[in-house]
């Protein structure tokens, strides 16, 4: 048998939904900061949560281990890390464009402006493209996402928000 090797386990935890955004897996959010190989049956991973306190993360943290696991990793270690907090930064491109054409208008502005904790200006509608889009609701489906609705075509929409 080959040795286990990171590139191995990264390739592993890219088939893994994250339970709140099942279009995205945990590497499109960039859930998954490293991955330590320590031999053919030990392995670390650290993660960090998209959202403190976030249940999603004891689901994701299973779904790490039921996966090793399967494939014959024995010693299974995962670190939560908190610092620095998670942002949607790292949330790679190809998530964004998963994101949009599951019909959620992904993160528009970078979290390190000084205006990224409050909503962003135009959240363009993910089905026509418009910029005549409202917010209705702050809070969608889960504390990530909020509610817009297209003015042109009508249709609600999730927004994953700046974080
Ligand atoms: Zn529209």
Redesign the pocket.
Known sequence: MDMLTEKQVWEWLGTIADPEVPVLSIIDLGIVREVQVQDDESVTISITPTYSGCPAMDVISMQIRLLLLGNGVKNIHIELILEPAWTTDWMSESGKAKLLAYGIAPPQRRSDTPLALFEEDTVP?P??H?ENTTLISRFGATSCKSMYR?N??L?PFEHFKCH
């Open positions: 509608c089905r026509c418009s297209c042109d075509c249709e």
